[in-house]
C-alpha cells in the first residue's frame, strides 16, 4: 500500500519503498494547478510511485512537471518509466544530466561498474525518456508551477556536477536532493552523500551557502523526510563534509588502500551516529548503509583527493 504524508500546502511526500524499505527515498507531489512531481525514486519504484499519485487525484493525464534534483539512481531512475505512465509530463533535469536521461547507457554501464548485482534489486533499470520531452535548465532556471506559484532551481554541485536544489516560491520549501547529505528520521543524523566520481568538497560546501543564502523555511530531503531547523542543518551538513574529508584524507596520506581506510573511517565515525549504536534499530543502520554506505562515501572522497594530486 502506498504511503502519502501531506506536508502542508499542497505537498505531499511518497514513500518510494526503493528495494522494498521504508523511508529510505522520497519523492514529493505539489498538487498545484500544475502538478509536479520532485523526484522519481528508481526505477523499480515506478508502480509505487504511479499508485501513490493516483491516490493523490492525479491521472494519467494530469501530471504537468517532472523535476530530478540529479540523475542518480535512487532520484531519477524511475523517470523513464514515469514519463511513460504520465505522457503528458515535462521532463526537467540540469543541463549537465539531460543527455543521459534520452540514452541511459553511458550512466548504467557506470552504475553497474559501481554496484554490481545488486544493482537490479536495489534499482532496476533506468529507461530512455523521449529527448523532446526533457527541458534542460541551466544554473538558475523555473519550473511554472500554475497560480503564480513556481519551483525555482539552483545549481549546486559537489555531489554531484547535475545537482540542483529547488525552492518553492509559495512556501520557502528547499528540495536538497543530496546536496546536504542524507537524514535520518529515526534519529536526526545526518550523513554526508560523498559517491564518486564527482565529488568536491569546496564546490559541495559553496552550494550549502547557496542554499543558507535562499532562506528556505523548510529543507525536503530526498533521504529523508522535512527538517525545519534549517541554519543548523546546514551547519551540521557542511560539519560532517569537513569531518569526512578530514578522516580519509588522514587514511590517504597513510596510503591505506581502499578496504583499509573504510575500516579506520568506521571505527572513528560509527560512534557519531545513533543509528549505528550498539542499542540502535538494527533495520534503521541496515538502511543507513544502503542510502549512505561509508564505503561508497570514502571511495567517492578519495577519488577526489587523488583528482587533486594530479593536479598539483
Not at 559541495?204 to 525536503?220: G, I, M, V, Y
Request: charged letters at 25%; aromatic letters at 4%; hydrophobic letters at 40%.
Amino acid at each position: 500500500m502506498e504511503k502519502i504524508t501531506d506536508l502542508g500546502n499542497d505537498v505531499f511526500e511518497i514513500d518510494t519503498r526503493m528495494a522494498g524499505y521504508e523511508g529510505i527515498t522520497a519523492g514529493y507531489l505539489i498538487r498545484s494547478e500544475r502538478p509536479c512531481l520532485v523526484e522519481t525514486g528508481a526505477g523499480n519504484s515506478a508502480s509505487v510511485v504511479r499508485d501513490a499519485l493516483e491516490a493523490a487525484g492525479i491521472g494519467p493525464a494530469d501530471l504537468a512537471t517532472v523535476v530530478v534534483t540529479h540523475i542518480h539512481l535512487d532520484h531519477a531512475g524511475g523517470v523513464g518509466d514515469i514519463s511513460e505512465m504520465f505522457p503528458n509530463a515535462e521532463i526537467v533535469v540540469h543541463e549537465k544530466g539531460a543527455r543521459h536521461l534520452a540514452d541511459p547507457s553511458r550512466l548504467m554501464r557506470s552504475a553497474r561498474m559501481v554496484w554490481g548485482s545488486a544493482l537490479d534489486s536495489l534499482f532496476g533499470d533506468l529507461k530512455p525518456t523521449e529527448a523532446s520531452r526533457i527541458r534542460a535548465v541551466e544554473d538558475v532556471g523555473v519550473v511554472d508551477l500554475g497560480g503564480g506559484r513556481r519551483l525555482e532551481s539552483h545549481h549546486s554541485p559537489g555531489h554531484a556536477s547535475h545537482h540542483v536544489g529547488l525552492l518553492d516560491s509559495l512556501t520557502g520549501d528547499l528540495y536538497v536532493g543530496d546536496a546536504a547529505g542524507v537524514y535520518i528520521p529515526e534519529t536526526a543524523d545526518l550523513r554526508p552523500a560523498t559517491p564518486p566520481p564527482d565529488f568536491d568538497l569546496d564546490s559541495a560546501l559553496a552550494s550549502l551557502e547557496r542554499f543558507r543564502s535562499l532562506q528556505p523555511s523548510r529543507l525536503l530531503f530526498s533521504h529523508y523526510g522535512p527538517v525545519e531547523p534549517v541554519a543548523e542543518t546546514l551547519d551540521r551538513a557542511a560539519e560532517e563534509l569537513r569531518l569526512w574529508v578530514e578522516l580519509v584524507t588522514e587514511a590517504y596520506d597513510q596510503r591505506l588502500d581502499l578496504d583499509h581506510a573504510v575500516a579506520m573511517v568506521k571505527e572513528r565515525i560509527d560512534e557519531r551516529y545513533k543509528a549505528l549504536a550498539p542499542e540502535a534499530d538494527p533495520a534503521v543502520a541496515e538502511k543507513v548503509e544502503v542510502i549512505s554506505a561509508t564505503r561508497n562515501n570514502v571511495a567517492g572522497i578519495m577519488h577526489a583527493l587523488e583528482k587533486d594530486s594530479r593536479k598539483s
